[in-house]
């Protein structure tokens, strides 16, 4: 497999084809797995149920990825939902005789970012059944997602969820789009050597002021406690935070003037 290019077009070429699902509920939350992951075409072969994409259990479990559902394509045949695709992949853990060639998810992921210019589709079948042989003999490839060989049983929402989220994964990163880091948690600048030393040394005069630190007989603390920093990866916020408790220490343990 070629390395992954710097394309974040797979984002728009690649479908999810689910086959006579049954659940309207599984593809409702095929949806969102989808969008969660930054994919949108979505397109199913034959669903048992005519109004799958409008069903009550679909549109509850797809949560805030309706548009998915929305723009979703009905077809009547794999031929169809195939049009134009010049790379399939079928999802399935069950063993085939006769089938193509046997990649991993992640192998697989690499490829289809590689070569979005394929039109890729992945191919899922039934809850009940799977995928039947002649729709697994029209892919170029059968994906295997590593598993419990003793239970390898995977939801259609959960097979989706890890392809998508292994084809995010091998896009190169930096070509993403912002990733909302401040949803995920603030981040400080981080801090120089010079504030750590500052923090250090203030942080050692207000443990000597408490006797916790024997000037004397210092031992190994304050190396022990700059391994310790160094570590954590200190921000300037962290910083500021040690040295007001330095400060305020220093200010208990001093003694008033007469």
């Keep these: 497999m070629n390395t992954p290019q710097t394309d974040i077009s797979i984002f728009s070429s690649l479908r999810f084809i689910l086959v006579e699902t049954s659940h309207p509920g599984n593809i409702g939350m095929v949806a969102r797995a989808m969008k969660t992951m930054g994919f949108s075409r979505l397109v199913l072969v034959r669903p048992r149920l005519p109004n799958a994409l409008t069903h009550e259990a679909a549109i509850q479990l797809a949560s805030n990825a309706l548009d998915v559902l929305e723009n979703a394509q009905i077809t009547d045949s794999i031929d169809e939902a195939l049009k134009d695709c010049r790379f399939a992949g079928a999802v399935t ?3 085939r005789e006769y089938s193509p060639p046997i990649i991993q998810a992640r192998e697989a992921a690499a490829h289809l970012v590689s070569h ?7 191919v899922f079948g039934s809850e009940k059944f799977g995928l039947p042989n002649e729709i697994v003999e029209k892919c170029h490839a059968m994906i295997s997602i ?3 060989p003793h239970y390898a049983s995977l939801n259609l929402a959960q097979a989706v969820q890890i392809l998508a989220y292994e084809c995010r994964m091998a896009i190169p990163q930096e070509t993403l789009p912002d990733q909302n880091v401040e949803s995920a948690g603030f981040e400080d600048k981080p801090a120089t050597v010079a504030q750590i030393d500052g923090m250090l040394n203030h942080l050692e005069e207000a443990l000597t002021s408490i006797r916790f630190l024997d ?3 210092p031992k190994k603390l304050m190396p022990r406690l700059r391994r310790l920093f160094a570590r954590s990866r200190l921000e300037v916020d962290e910083i500021n935070i040690l040295r007001g408790i330095a400060k305020q220490i220093l200010h208990k343990n001093t003694p008033p003037e007469k």
């Design 146 to 148: 590593p598993a419990n």
């Design 215 to 217: 000037e004397n007989n």
């Design 116 to 122: 979005p210019d394929l039109n890729p589709a992945l």
């Design 93 to 95: 853990s069950r063993f």
